[in-house]
């Protein structure tokens, strides 16, 4: 897969390199030498490092990041230099770094590179964008880049200037390039294999998703510790706002791939909920290093051990007329052999498409479909579908279960979380090519961001 992601930014600077400026806007790049020149604000997050885990020949290697200095810098800064330092296909970033309580308006000032990478606390990630916008700066924004509904008010606003400046803000949907959601969402636009997809109703929803994803974890081999403010919901987001990000992605892209929604006619939130996930003062202590639960977290602490953090919630709405459940849940550590896990069924008239990731799958995503009505075709229909999957995606098979279908996917595909920032980096550099973004992109995020915060609103309530 690094193969082709090179061959991909490859592809990208034989295009690029005997011009400075892209197409539509004299905005999207103007360095010195014609490349895309990346700014790293305040990183507080390991995302921040994942897009730098590979070299883009597109890329200046020299990378200006700006942050009030700490612990969160310095991993930031580690992991970057664990990539350097790998034995194979070692990067070659080179790191200039400052650090003050000025930051933010050094590099608003210095403006020392043309894509700002925002990866951390989301508190302020709002008013960053907002601000790397009026500065004329392009904007590579982890998710979420908003976690309330002022945050999304302003976020509206500011995706009206960057169109007005010619400017691409871009948030790192990941999930996007993860092979069974991809192969669910071309499966779903097949309609002799699937039908339309159903109704459904608010008790029987005709898409569910549901993520499960856990404190202790390993990044790149290591074991990640992870900030205290991590655990504060107005610097991190909710379950509902972070989490459930990607997965009111997913729906909007899967089920109405390339079409644009409109939050104010498209979406209605029925209702949503949120509840809390028990983390030990001991579990804590692991997590982040840190031997005390710090004052800011105080008014969600029990029986002075135990935090209620606020790791779990789900939303139940209508999506063009599409009734959706989306859940998002955090639980501490995975079981042995296991990681972070995705629920995802589709409903359709004719079939059922589903991703499961459970003990029965060894805890990998695993793509199942499911005939609604006994049809003596449908095995022939199954076959004719994975044949035409197999000319995007060659190699992928299915096999016939006591229920259905399983698709056998090449592990070649499967790739790994960590790789999904490479694939998203390489879209995004298309994007600052062909100067500008899909035509339903912005839209649809602002959809997404209406309908996370909204629906975190009415949970609160």
């Given at each position: 897969?690094?193969?082709?992601?090179?061959?991909?930014?490859?592809?990208?600077?034989?295009?690029?390199?005997?011009?400075?400026?892209?197409?539509?806007?004299?905005?999207?790049?103007?360095?010195?030498?014609?490349?895309?020149?990346?700014?790293?604000?305040?990183?507080?997050?390991?995302?921040?490092?994942?897009?730098?885990?590979?070299?883009?020949?597109?890329?200046?290697?020299?990378?200006?990041?700006?942050?009030?200095?700490?612990?969160?810098?310095?991993?930031?800064?580690?992991?970057?230099?664990?990539?350097?330092?790998?034995?194979?296909?070692?990067?070659?970033?080179?790191?200039?770094?400052?650090?003050?309580?000025?930051?933010?308006?050094?590099?608003?000032?210095?403006?020392?590179?043309?894509?700002?990478?925002?990866?951390?606390?989301?508190?302020?990630?709002?008013?960053?964008?907002?601000?790397?916008?009026?500065?004329?700066?392009?904007?590579?924004?982890?998710?979420?880049?908003?976690?309330?509904?002022?945050?999304?008010?302003?976020?509206?606003?500011?995706?009206?200037?960057?169109?007005?400046?010619?400017?691409?803000?871009?948030?790192?949907?990941?999930?996007?390039?993860?092979?069974?959601?991809?192969?669910?969402?071309?499966?779903?636009?097949?309609?002799?294999?699937?039908?339309?997809?159903?109704?459904?109703?608010?008790?029987?929803?005709?898409?569910?998703?549901?993520?499960?994803?856990?404190?202790?974890?390993?990044?790149?081999?290591?074991?990640?510790?992870?900030?205290?403010?991590?655990?504060?919901?107005?610097?991190?987001?909710?379950?509902?706002?972070?989490?459930?990000?990607?997965?009111?992605?997913?729906?909007?892209?899967?089920?109405?791939?390339?079409?644009?929604?409109?939050?104010?006619?498209?979406?209605?939130?029925?209702?949503?909920?949120?509840?809390?996930?028990?983390?030990?003062?001991?579990?804590?202590?692991?997590?982040?290093?840190?031997?005390?639960?710090?004052?800011?977290?105080?008014?969600?602490?029990?029986?002075?051990?135990?935090?209620?953090?606020?790791?779990?919630?789900?939303?139940?709405?209508?999506?063009?007329?599409?009734?959706?459940?989306?859940?998002?849940?955090?639980?501490?550590?995975?079981?042995?052999?296991?990681g972070d896990t995705h629920y995802s069924i589709l409903k359709g008239t004719k079939a059922n498409i589903e991703i499961?990731?459970?003990?029965?799958?060894?805890?990998?995503?695993?793509?199942?479909?499911?005939?609604?009505?006994?049809n003596a075709n449908f095995e022939t229909t199954v076959k004719d579908a994975v044949a035409k999957v197999n000319t995007?995606?060659?190699?992928?098979?299915?096999?016939?279960?006591?229920?259905?279908?399983?698709?056998?996917?090449?592990?070649?595909?499967?790739?790994?979380?960590?790789?999904?920032?490479?694939?998203?980096?390489?879209?995004?550099?298309?994007?600052?090519?062909?100067?500008?973004?899909?035509?339903?992109?912005?839209?649809?995020?602002?959809?997404?961001?209406?309908?996370?915060?909204?629906?975190?609103?009415?949970?609160?309530?």
């Amino acid at each position: 897969m690094r193969n082709l992601l090179l061959l991909s930014a490859i592809i990208l600077l034989t295009t690029l390199s005997s011009c400075h400026t892209m197409k539509n806007s004299s905005n999207i790049v103007s360095s010195d030498n014609g490349k895309v020149k990346l700014i790293t604000l305040d990183p507080g997050h390991f995302h921040a490092a994942l897009v730098q885990k590979e070299m883009y020949p597109v890329i200046d290697p020299e990378v200006s990041v700006y942050a009030p200095g700490g612990a969160e810098l310095q991993a930031h800064l580690a992991l970057v230099k664990q990539y350097n330092e790998r034995n194979e296909n070692p990067t070659r970033w080179l790191e200039k770094v400052y650090t003050g309580n000025d930051y933010l308006q050094k590099m608003l000032s210095e403006k020392n590179g043309n894509v700002v990478v925002l990866a951390g606390n989301n508190r302020q990630k709002t008013e960053y964008i907002n601000k790397a916008i009026d500065a004329g700066l392009n904007v590579l924004g982890d998710k979420p880049m908003a976690i309330n509904f002022d945050n999304f008010k302003l976020l509206q606003n500011t995706f009206e200037k960057a169109a007005q400046k010619k400017l691409l803000l871009y948030d790192i949907m990941t999930e996007r390039s993860e092979i069974t959601n991809l192969l669910q969402k071309e499966l779903a636009q097949n309609r002799q294999l699937f039908g339309e997809l159903k109704k459904g109703s608010p008790t029987d929803p005709a898409v569910i998703l549901e993520s499960v994803h856990f404190f202790y974890k390993f990044v790149s081999g290591k074991v990640l510790i992870r900030p205290t403010w991590f655990f504060d919901p107005t610097q991190q987001g909710d379950a509902i706002t972070d989490v459930g990000t990607h997965l009111i992605d997913l729906v909007q892209w899967e089920c109405f791939p390339d079409q644009t929604i409109d939050y104010k006619k498209d979406i209605n939130i029925i209702a949503s909920r949120a509840w809390p996930e028990p983390l030990t003062l001991s579990q804590f202590k692991l997590i982040t290093n840190s031997s005390a639960f710090p004052a800011y977290l105080n008014q969600y602490v029990t029986n002075d051990t135990i935090l209620q953090t606020k790791g779990n919630g789900e939303v139940t709405y209508t999506l063009k007329g599409v009734h959706v459940k989306t859940i998002a849940r955090w639980e501490y550590k995975a079981p042995p052999g296991g990681g972070d896990t995705h629920y995802s069924i589709l409903k359709g008239t004719k079939a059922n498409i589903e991703i499961k990731q459970g003990k029965d799958e060894n805890y990998q995503p695993t793509l199942y479909i499911t005939a609604i009505n006994n049809n003596a075709n449908f095995e022939t229909t199954v076959k004719d579908a994975v044949a035409k999957v197999n000319t995007t995606y060659s190699g992928v098979t299915a096999e016939k279960t006591a229920n259905g279908w399983k698709l056998i996917i090449p592990q070649s595909y499967k790739i790994g979380h960590e790789a999904h920032f490479g694939q998203v980096m390489t879209r995004y550099l298309q994007f600052l090519k062909d100067g500008n973004l899909p035509g339903w992109e912005v839209p649809n995020m602002i959809a997404k961001y209406y309908t996370s915060t909204k629906a975190s609103e009415m949970a609160g309530k």
